[in-house]
């Protein structure tokens, strides 16, 4: 099945700060998505982007589908943006998941 | 409803019992996807529904897990003789019939003892 690898796995921010977190996978992808974990483990769809750059707010995310990366970009980062980010592919029915990059953002 | 639905959220359970979970996707969603997630690791793939049949269960890790989805809308993950490693949360999510964004519910929490 196809691979899903997140870089980094941890990372710790003092608040304001920008950040960009990236996702590779291993075969071509019909879709890709960004979920952010909150601490009590709710996934939240952040964007659907298999192609292209999208913005929503202070977030952007770009996929780069020919070259099987993807990235996250945070800016002006706030406490309320810890937990834990996903990048999950699928092509069908069956997605997988990276194993995911745990933020924290410090005041 | 407005969301994804799942109960209970938390179930403890002793070793060998029976358990079942259950989902209640958005209204109209005909994809209905169940996944597994243990600590420090992303959700892992149980099953997915396409109306009321399993088009895809090979994430099931053996067979006393089981999932129904007898009238295309809630759907129940039933876990037979439970053993401790089963103890994860539970995802379920549901998507339209473009599978383009997946919603997730909130998650079941199971321990078994």
């Not at chain 1, 071509?28 to 298999?50: D, E, M, R, T």
């Not at chain 2, 809630?74 to 089963?86: F, N, P």
Request: charged share 15%; with cysteine; aromatic share 10%.
């Amino acid at each position: 099945g196809i691979q899903v690898e997140q870089s980094p796995p941890d990372l710790i921010l003092q608040e304001g700060a920008n950040s960009t977190l990236r996702c590779n996978f291993s075969d071509s992808v019909n879709n890709l998505q960004w979920f952010h974990q909150n601490p009590w483990g709710q996934l939240i769809n952040l964007f659907y982007i298999p192609s292209g750059t999208k913005q929503n707010g202070r977030l952007s995310a770009t996929t780069v589908a020919t070259e099987r990366y993807s990235l996250l970009y945070i800016s002006s980062s706030q406490t309320t943006d810890s937990g834990v980010y996903f990048c999950a592919v699928h092509n069908n029915n069956d997605m997988r998941f990276g194993a995911g990059t745990r933020l924290t953002v410090k005041p | 409803g407005a969301g994804v639905s799942q109960t209970p959220s938390n179930k403890v359970t002793e070793k060998g019992k029976y358990v079942e979970l259950r989902c209640d996707p958005i209204s109209g969603h005909t994809a209905l996807y169940w996944y597994r997630q243990s600590l420090g690791q992303g959700p892992e793939f149980l099953i997915y529904f396409q109306g009321t049949g399993a088009a895809d269960d090979s994430g099931l890790p053996n067979d006393r897990f089981f999932a129904v989805r007898p009238e295309g809308s809630v759907s129940t993950l039933k876990i037979q003789r439970t053993e401790r490693g089963d103890s994860a949360m539970y995802l379920c999510a549901s998507s339209d019939s473009s599978g383009n964004t997946i919603y997730f519910g909130e998650g079941s929490w199971l321990t078994v003892v």
